[in-house]
T-cell receptor
Framework: DQQVKQNSPSLSVQEGRISILNCDYTNSMFDYFLWYKKYPAEGPTFLISISSIKDKNEDGRFTVFLNKSAKHLSLHIVPSQPGDSAVYFCAAVRQGGSEKLVFGKGMKLTVNP | DTGVSQDPRHKITKRGQNVTFRCDPI?????LYWYRQTLGQGPEFLTY????????KSRLLSDRFSAERPKGSFSTLEIQRTEQGDSAMYLCASSYAGGGDEKLFFGSGTQLSVL
């Protein structure tokens, strides 16, 4: 039972263009969402997060949008750079508990020069 | 801040052997998590500690798995009688509970291969 879903396994974009990574969740108790980036042979590193009381959070080239009614969030990267090529994981958590993150399966982003 | 440290980075073992992994969290963090990641999947929660207390264990954590955090600092994860299905990346993460920030900091993981 996948509570956090990243339905597209991969995405390829040209350098300078926008990358849009999507994520859906099923558990309405989740109230905090995070994106992690992972390079091969390394652990995931935190990228950006959003609380359910917001619908947008921006940090430099990275923006996360949350649509609670649709239980959907997306990560926008603009402009995309070759160094952004990695696997991106969407994660969700219910605050006030164990803070146990539930991850999606990940999406491999390739940014071509 | 030296980050979360895991040792070893790689472990190859034969089926039936016992293995132990170590995790050193960020020093001021009171929560420590173990996750497992297999190819094509996201990290899956195994267990977590707040200080030295193990507060939750996943159904994925069979009785061959045991985790400890004896003094509320480093943690060990032991797998007894390893099976080929145990082959995975074992990730440790830490966080500070009560800081209002649910962000976990991950180590580089231990890649286990069971032959």
């Amino acid at each position: 039972d996948q509570q956090v879903k990243q339905n597209s396994p991969s995405l390829s974009v040209q350098e300078g263009r926008i990358s849009i990574l999507n994520c859906d969740y099923t558990n309405s108790m989740f109230d905090y969402f995070l994106w992690y980036k992972k390079y091969p042979a390394e652990g995931p590193t935190f990228l950006i997060s959003i609380s359910s009381i917001k619908d947008k959070n921006e940090d430099g080239r990275f923006t996360v949008f949350l649509n609670k009614s649709a239980k959907h969030l997306s990560l926008h990267i603009v402009p995309s750079q070759p160094g952004d090529s990695a696997v991106y994981f969407c994660a969700a958590v219910r605050q006030g508990g164990s803070e146990k993150l539930v991850f999606g399966k990940g999406m491999k982003l390739t940014v071509n020069p | 801040d030296t980050g979360v440290s895991q040792d070893p980075r790689h472990k190859i073992t034969k089926r039936g052997q016992n293995v132990t992994f170590r995790c050193d969290p960020i020093s001021e963090h009171n929560r420590l998590y173990w996750y497992r990641q297999t190819l094509g999947q996201g990290p899956e929660f195994l267990t977590y500690f707040q200080n030295e207390a193990q507060l939750e264990k996943s159904r994925l954590l069979s009785d061959r798995f045991s985790a400890e955090r004896p003094k509320g600092s480093f943690s060990t994860l032991e797998i007894q009688r390893t099976e080929q299905g145990d082959s995975a990346m074992y990730l440790c993460a830490s966080s500070y509970a009560g800081g209002g920030d649910e962000k976990l900091f991950f180590g580089s993981g231990t890649q286990l291969s069971v032959l």
